[in-house]
């Protein structure tokens, strides 16, 4: 099944402890995008990837960070959480224009 | 990226059709129109995409004026599953930078 994964799906955490939330695509697509959710501000992009090893910011690019190691991971990397980064994020991968969404990671930072 | 305009919410009653309407008056010459759905707590979900006139699939239509500066999705017959917020996006096929906006929260009532 064609697919967005993410994990974990649910994490509380402390500030300054780094985490990393993982996604993972079986389908084999280029593109690949961060978002993140919160009440009245909609759904915002972080970082998005056009291919391995090719990263650029989104809209809300600080406090995070990316890798593209592999065509399928994407993970997203918080070095030092803050209670602010407390959000739903979404990862999505795309070919062409048709973005597939993950189930998202509900992630509070105390 | 053209900035788009939709209404923050509609009602409606199931088995009505369902018209919501995008405003995106710099639409640039190659740039596109797509519509997601979500649910809460779930990743957007595709809905439809168009560069003009009229687009149909199985669970809703596109209309694109001449002038291309707003679209209307349009949801046939809606039913209690259909609340949900519905994004209008607008880009070219290779953009990797998403605006999404808060979208237009649709509650369909019994």
């Known amino acids: 099944e064609a697919q967005v994964t993410q994990n974990p799906r649910y994490l509380i955490t402390v500030t300054g402890k780094k985490l990393t939330v993982t996604c993972s695509q079986n389908?084999?697509?280029?593109?690949m995008s961060w978002y993140r959710q919160d009440p009245g501000l909609g759904l915002r992009q972080i970082y998005y990837?056009?291919?391995?090893?090719?990263?650029d910011k989104g809209d809300v690019p600080e406090g995070y960070k990316v890798s593209r190691k592999e065509k399928r991971n994407f993970p997203l990397i918080l070095e030092s959480p803050s209670p602010n980064q407390t959000s739903l994020y979404f990862c999505?991968?795309?070919?062409?224009?048709?973005?597939?969404f993950g189930p998202g990671t509900r992630l509070t930072v105390l | 990226l053209a900035k788009t305009t939709q209404p923050i919410s509609m009602d409606s009653y199931e088995g009505q059709e369902v018209n919501i309407t995008c405003s995106h008056n710099n639409i640039a010459t190659n740039d596109y129109i797509t519509w997601y759905q979500q649910f809460p707590s779930q990743g957007p979900r595709f809905i439809i995409q168009?560069?003009?006139t009229k687009v149909t699939n199985e669970v809703a239509s596109l209309f694109i004026p001449a002038d291309r500066k707003s679209s209307t999705l349009s949801l046939p017959r809606v039913s209690l599953s259909d609340t949900a917020v519905y994004y209008c996006l607008v880009g070219f096929i290779g953009t990797y930078k998403y605006i999404f906006g808060t979208g237009t929260r649709l509650k369909v009532l019994a």
């Open positions: 999505a991968s795309s070919r062409s224009g048709e973005q597939f």
């Open positions: 168009g560069y003009k």
């Open positions: 990837s056009m291919n391995v090893e090719v990263t």
């Open positions: 389908m084999n697509h280029e593109y």
